[in-house]
């Protein structure tokens, strides 16, 4: 079993739908949690960075942690062509010996005018 | 805002021929990363490195070795290449091993 895991999809919607999109972990030492969204052919760029329960918002875009059940969700509200792309979640685990960063293996997500 | 730059983003080498991937960040960062990406296991971790100088193994380290001998540019060689490195690989820095900046990667192909 994976310690990260992710629908790879791909995920299809019409322009202007909302956008849900789901981890779960099996480790509850991670502590931190990110959304990287990656355009073809280009690096993995940070969208959302958290490290408690609960939500974060940052525009049209919403970051939800729930520590207890080990899942979280990014929301993308309003969603927009230029919003296809792959999205992955990243878990750090706090270790003495250095900090261990888990990626799911991504959600293609396309949105359609 | 943080630039991480990879030299080539498209390389075509010959199986048996020693690669070398460059990347340079532009943030002062202390760690570095090197993954490759294929469709189906997501990125995995080759190497990282934490100081100048300083390399640790990653989940698949096995054909290739890294040089860090300025804290700005850590290079990844493939000593000998074979079809299965085939792949997308992605640099990345960061401040603290946390949020990761990554670099817009080189899509390897070996013959």
């Known amino acids: 079993q994976k310690e990260v895991e992710q629908d790879p999809g791909p995920l299809s919607v019409p322009e202007g739908a909302i956008v849900s999109l789901n981890c779960t972990y099996s480790?509850?030492?991670?502590?931190?949690f990110m959304w990287y969204r990656q355009y073809s052919r280009k690096g993995p760029e940070l969208l959302m960075y958290?490290?408690?329960?609960g939500n974060k918002e940052d525009g049209r875009f919403t970051a939800q942690v729930d520590k207890s059940s080990k899942y979280i969700s990014l929301f993308i509200r309003d969603s927009q062509p230029s919003d296809s792309a792959t999205y992955l979640c990243?878990?750090?685990?706090?270790?003495?010996?250095?900090?261990?960063?888990?990626f799911g293996g991504g959600t293609r997500v396309l949105v359609k005018p | 805002d943080v630039k991480v730059t990879q030299s080539s983003r498209y390389l075509v080498k010959r199986t048996g021929e020693k690669v070398f991937l460059e990347c340079v960040q532009d943030?002062?960062?202390?760690?570095m990363f090197w993954y490759r990406q294929d469709p189906g296991l997501g990125l995995r971790l080759i190497y990282f490195?934490?100081?100048?100088?300083?390399?640790e193994k990653g989940d698949i380290p096995e054909g290739y070795s890294v040089s860090r001998e300025k804290k700005e540019r850590f290079s990844l060689i493939l000593e000998s290449a074979s079809t299965n490195q085939t792949s997308m690989y992605l640099c990345?820095?960061?401040?603290?091993?946390?949020?990761?900046?990554f670099g817009s990667g080189t899509q390897l192909s070996v013959l």
């Open positions: 990345a820095s960061s401040p603290l091993r946390e949020k990761l900046f």
């Open positions: 480790n509850s030492a991670f502590q931190y």
């Open positions: 958290t490290y408690s329960s």
């Open positions: 990243a878990m750090i685990m706090i270790k003495a010996a250095g900090n261990k960063l888990t």
């Open positions: 943030m002062d960062h202390e760690n």
């Open positions: 490195s934490y100081d100048v100088k300083m390399k």
